[in-house]
């Protein structure tokens, strides 16, 4: 084998279903669950006689990390159309020549594809989804790039970093609140992606950076352009969500404010583009409100007024959270109802009774869902809440199951097969077509929280 066809990345599995930076259809922010936690990125180094980061990047060993990465978190095709399979057999033939077009700083990004993601206020959230072949590049530079840059982050900062995730901020923002500090600034920032100011961030990546073609790269993804109805459209700003490295350049860029906050002693937690800070005093929030208005105003980026606001901290959400306070003045975790909302409408949309599906195949498709959110929200301290969450779970299959069933004969058949005895199946048969009301009651006793166990159905509570 030459040796230059042994720099490639190991040869590409089988094609999957959208996850990770890239997705393969739109689909509602709520449809996708909670925010997926920040895996490790990897921690290859520059080593000693390769010549910089960039040859640390394109090292076989780590780029073979990179592509194995990239496989897991599958995801659609570019504006190239080559899935992860199809990349796979470029890269075996032209693997050579690529890497050399990187070393020698001749390599051109393609433009990213826009995909627009439906938010469940209505408005939509843009993703930029690279081809394969940069998001494998991408991903052999952030392997390198996360173990130099992320020891120099803020403690307060815990979006998209190795080791930390969202339960972390959660934990950190409620025993602020319990030392007792009961007003937050609640900061949101508007389309950050999408503004990003590709000057500053450059001149913020120049101090942490000591390789200039690795500046140069990332300077060429961040001039890469964006596809849209078949048209490339050049962008002066922004870094699109979609691509390995966006969170990493989000970091750095925000780190200035995270270190301000540090500098006059502030208790606060970040993650991603998300930001509340703990005062004692609304009068304190507001004053801390207008200087933080000033140091994004530097980075060239918008608060969103709407979304943003000082206020108690009972009365706010963060990362889908709330906060309450029980029996001796402890401060608990609960759902926000916005995302008790959005878990309700997803619900609703997979258990719907036109969609002509058997309820095996229902439950399978509420599994992966259902793991996901109790994952997520597992630090909730409210049992009655989990308790009447699955209690309404179950009252909706029971009704979808009588729909499968859909005559009195059939559902008097399929009742006494799972036990019921004739005055049960009797009473509940003639009612039949009334789904709902008819779906309660009787019918636990026959569609038990055993029989839904059996199923595959996880409990929340």
């Not at 590409?12 to 279903?17: E, H, I, L, N, P």
């Not at 978190?73 to 199809?86: C, E, F, P, R, S």
Request: proline residues 5%.
């Amino acid at each position: 084998m030459p040796k230059a066809v042994r720099q490639m990345p190991e040869p590409s599995g089988r094609v999957g279903a959208a996850h990770g930076e890239a997705v393969r259809e739109p689909a509602s922010d709520e449809a996708r669950g909670p925010p997926r936690e920040h895996q490790d990125t990897g921690s290859a180094k520059p080593k000693a006689g390769t010549g910089g980061l960039l040859e640390a990047a394109l090292t076989r060993e780590n780029l073979q990390a990179a592509w194995r990465r990239v496989k897991t978190n599958k995801g659609a095709a570019g504006v190239d159309g080559l899935d992860i399979q199809q990349t796979g057999q470029l890269l075996r033939t032209s693997w050579p020549q690529i890497r050399a077009q990187l070393l020698a700083g001749q390599y051109r990004p393609n433009p990213v594809r826009k995909v627009m993601i439906p938010k469940s206020d209505g408005s939509q959230r843009e993703l930029g989804i690279p081809t394969v072949l940069d998001r494998l590049i991408q991903q052999a530079l952030l392997q390198v790039l996360q173990p130099l840059i992320d020891p120099t982050f803020s403690e307060h900062s815990y979006g998209f970093r190795p080791g930390r995730r969202a339960h972390d901020a959660v934990k950190a923002a409620r025993g602020f609140v319990q030392s007792g500090k009961r007003v937050v600034v609640d900061v949101d920032l508007s389309k950050f992606f999408d503004r990003v100011n590709h000057d500053i961030l450059m001149e913020r990546l120049q101090r942490r950076i000591p390789d200039k073609a690795v500046l140069r790269l990332i300077r060429a993804y961040l001039n890469a352009g964006i596809m849209d109805g078949g048209v490339v459209i050049e962008r002066g700003q922004g870094t699109p969500q979609g691509g390995p490295l966006s969170p990493l350049l989000a970091n750095v860029l925000l780190d200035e404010v995270d270190k301000a906050l540090e500098a006059r002693g502030y208790s606060f937690a970040r993650y991603a583009d998300d930001c509340n800070v703990y005062v004692g005093s609304k009068k304190a929030g507001q004053r801390v409100m207008a200087w933080l208005r000033k140091l994004y105003g530097k980075l060239k980026l918008q608060i969103n007024e709407a979304k943003s606001a000082v206020g108690s901290v009972f009365g706010r959400k963060f990362l889908g959270y709330g906060l309450w306070v029980a029996k001796g003045r402890e401060v608990k975790c609960k759902v926000a109802l916005k995302a008790l909302n959005d878990f309700k409408a997803r619900i609703r949309q997979l258990t719907r009774r036109s969609l002509g599906r058997s309820m095996s195949q229902v439950v399978d498709k509420l599994r992966a869902y259902l793991l996901g959110w109790k994952a997520y929200f597992g630090l909730a301290q409210t049992p009655r809440v989990w308790r009447e969450l699955d209690e309404w779970l179950r009252h909706r299959l029971r009704a979808l199951q009588l729909k499968h069933w859909k005559r009195g004969a059939a559902i008097y058949r399929e009742l006494r097969s799972l036990g019921a005895t004739h005055d049960v199946a009797r009473q509940v048969s003639v009612n039949g077509r009334r789904w709902w009301r008819n779906s309660a009651k009787l019918l636990n006793s026959v569609l038990t929280i055993a029989h839904f166990d059996r199923l595959g159905l996880p409990r929340l509570s």
